[in-house]
């Protein structure tokens, strides 16, 4: 018999307690030990987990109005620049903005950076934080200048907003150069010398529902330590399917989503500040899916395994920064977990950027406040573009 659910139905069961939820490395051994049909039967959700930089990543801030008012025009938190081009005392603090001081053409590229990531980070953990602030003064607005110290729980709102986050598959880098190169997926030595990447794989959020069958507006997430929500597709939502070279669809490619949630709910521990020698800032966004199995169908993807799931194998010291298509080949994630793969007749080391133990620790928490009827499935408004209704297909190429 086949199984037909709705986000109704599991809804009821979690508020019952009955509803029986896996995460997604425990959704692996149950289907090799029962297979898929029967699995779909039992099981009502299957929790994920990502644990991995996401430079796309900011949190809008209101800081609350001062005496007299003031028109906040430059911002800056902590001595990194914040967007004040909102509202009276509205900005934006970007996950890679740096000081204006910060050595950016220094000839030596490993001096630690502190930048809007580590802000965040700061005002997460409950830290002080430095608020500068000077405007040109209006009627209404008269004051011209400020200079205090803020804490998260002490200013009206502070919105975690992340444009492009959950990065469904990301690439395993390579750099084919004669010279050690320095990129947002970390120190690539020369020819060959090691691969970074950075996906979870078999508890991937993504690659786990490749079809985005059960994500769209509105779906209720894990995000920071808190309860957060997907409010649209990511910047460069590209879904797809990557090919073996007979054509074979294996597994889910280029989807992103765009998160929102309250930074008040959430800590430090799953939103830190990370510093790329060389590279710059990015924030390590610690982000959990529940996946509904409202069919057979989306617990077969679901339950795909490391073996299973690949990454395209990109070379960092020209292909990507000249925009060059094509790759090296697919790596399973169980070859890039194993620490070695084989290319081109080297042995090449693998360092993952991503925290597999944190992602486990994302999934199990979502399954613990799913069981517990803390979490309730968010039913989304609209879905999200998935591989047959992608977007236009192509990048912008600005020449």
């Known amino acids: 018999m086949s199984v ?29 030990e029962k297979g898929i049909a029967q699995a779909a039967r039992e099981v009502d959700v299957v929790t994920t987990g990502t644990f991995s ?5 900011g949190v809008f801030l209101n800081f609350g109005h001062t005496k007299p008012r003031m028109r906040m025009t430059k911002v800056w938190l ?12 509205d900005a934006f603090l970007g996950a890679t903005e740096l000081p204006d ?6 000839d030596y590229p ?28 209006t009627d209404c607005y008269p004051r011209r200048d400020i200079e205090t110290t803020i804490k998260l729980e002490e200013i009206n709102e502070a919105i975690l907003f992340n444009p492009r986050n959950c990065y469904q598959n990301y690439n395993c880098a390579v750099n084919a150069s004669e010279r050690t190169i320095y990129t947002y997926m970390g120190t690539l030595k020369p020819k060959y010398g090691n691969a970074n990447y950075s996906t979870s794989g ?19 997430i894990f995000l920071g330590g808190g309860i957060g929500y997907v409010v649209w597709n990511g910047t460069q939502h590209f879904p797809g399917y990557l090919k073996d070279a007979a054509g074979n669809e294996l597994c889910g490619s280029g989807g992103t989503l765009s998160v929102l949630g309250d930074l008040k709910q959430m800590t430090g521990r799953w939103l830190v500040g990370t510093s790329f020698r060389g590279y ?23 339950a795909k395994t490391d073996e299973e799931l690949f990454a395209p194998i990109v070379d960092y010291s020209e292909s990507y920064p000249n925009g060059i298509p094509g790759n090296l080949g697919l790596v399973s994630y169980a070859q890039l977990k194993s620490g070695r793969f084989q290319l081109q007749d080297r042995d090449i080391p693998t360092a993952p950027l991503s925290s597999y133990a944190k992602a486990r620790e994302i999934a199990h928490k979502l ?9 309730l499935l968010g039913v989304p408004s609209q879905m999200l573009p998935g591989p047959q209704a992608a977007l236009n297909g192509k990048s912008l190429v600005v020449k």
């Open 202 to 220: 078999q508890l991937s959020p993504l690659l786990k529902d490749p079809n985005f069958s059960t994500i769209g507006i509105g779906t209720r």
């Open 367 to 375: 399954k613990s406040w799913i069981q517990q009827g803390e979490f």
């Open 110 to 137: 490993g001096e630690f950076r502190y930048g809007g990531a580590h802000v965040i980070e700061d005002l997460a953990n409950g830290k002080p934080v430095r608020l500068k602030a000077y405007s040109y003064g």
């Open 53 to 57: 930089p996401m430079c796309s990543s």
């Open 4 to 32: 037909e659910r709705t986000y109704e139905d599991i809804n009821a069961r979690i508020k019952a307690g009955k509803a029986v939820v896996l995460t997604a490395e425990e959704l692996v051994e149950k289907v090799r």
């Open 280 to 302: 710059g800032t990015t924030l390590t966004v610690g982000i959990g899916l529940p996946i509904p199995i409202l069919n057979e169908k989306i617990l077969e993807y679901a």
């Open 78 to 89: 902590n001595n990194v620049p914040a967007y004040a081009g909102i509202a009276a005392v």
């Open 101 to 106: 001081d910060d050595p950016q053409n220094s």
